[in-house]
């Protein structure tokens, strides 16, 4: 039952945080750091999961993947569209596979995610005090260059670094290059799909000699969780960028990132690192 529960709190914190500009990495390295599964195990679990998110993306625009795939053997905008995606996942995808090793080792403990906490802040911040100055160039995201997704695709890669934010990269990158809010969350939606669908299957066949049948119970409640909590997440995340900035959760990762400095610097919580 201890397995069932870490999986279902696990899914919850991934389904919550994944689409959120707020680091679902560094919310699940922590979290997972406090209920004691910091395994190799437990690691992979954590990148596993994130493809119960991404399925939720995927039933939330179920017609405009439908309509890709059928427009990918045409020139149009459906192949236009599949081929900004393809762009915007390399990046990440390169520098990962280069860099991606180091910088776990160097940067997976709790001092290094909380600064990034402040640091993505600090950002968020300032975009949306200079992107109130100034109308949005893109609206659509079928307006995007393949400069554009580009673009969108070095964003994504700051990603790297655990605290900083997968979806918070793309979305507050996008707004710097002249995405509306809407347009920068979408598209970001959409770039989630391939980048987390093949670290999460990457990561599941470089460990599976980790794998035993008992896991089987546990990581469905982990996907399962995480799909309906982003689900939900998701939807109520487009209503709000229609009508409010992404100052508050700039807030909230000051108040996060200064929360794990000062619980691990006084020894109250130990968070893994």
Not at 31 to 42: H, I, M, R, T
Not at 154 to 176: E, H, K, N, W, Y
Request: charged letters at 15%.
């Amino acid at each position: 039952m201890t397995a069932y529960l870490v999986a279902l709190v696990l899914g919850l914190v991934e389904g919550l945080t994944e689409f959120l500009p707020i680091s679902s990495t560094g919310h699940l390295v922590l979290a997972s750091a406090l209920l004691g599964q910091v395994d190799d195990k437990g690691k992979v679990f954590d990148v596993v999961i994130q493809s119960g998110a991404v399925l939720a993306i995927v039933l939330e625009y179920r017609e405009r993947f439908a309509a890709t795939v059928r427009g990918l053997w045409r020139p149009g905008p459906e192949r236009a569209f599949a081929v900004n995606v393809a762009i915007a996942f390399v990046p990440l995808a390169a520098l990962g596979l280069l860099f991606g090793k180091a910088l776990k080792a160097a940067l997976f403990n709790a001092t290094s995610i909380a600064a990034a906490f402040i640091v993505g802040a600090l950002v968020i911040l300032w975009v949306e005090r200079r992107a109130s100055d100034r109308a949005p160039r893109i609206t659509d995201v079928d307006a995007m260059t393949p400069l554009d997704a580009l673009k969108m695709g070095l964003a994504q890669a700051f990603a790297l670094v655990p605290g900083m934010s997968r979806s918070g990269s793309t979305i507050i990158g996008g707004m710097l290059f002249g995405f509306s809010r809407e347009a920068a969350t979408r598209f970001s939606f959409f770039l989630a799909v391939p980048t987390l669908l093949i670290a999460g299957a990457y990561d599941l066949l470089k460990h599976r000699d980790l794998l035993t049948a008992a896991d089987l119970g546990p990581w469905a409640v982990g996907l399962v969780t995480a799909f309906v909590t982003a689900w939900l997440c998701v939807r109520w995340l487009l209503r709000y960028v229609s009508t409010h900035t992404f100052t508050p959760f700039a807030y909230y990762r000051l108040a996060f990132g200064a929360m794990i400095l000062v619980t691990a610097e006084r020894g109250w919580i130990s968070w893994g690192g």
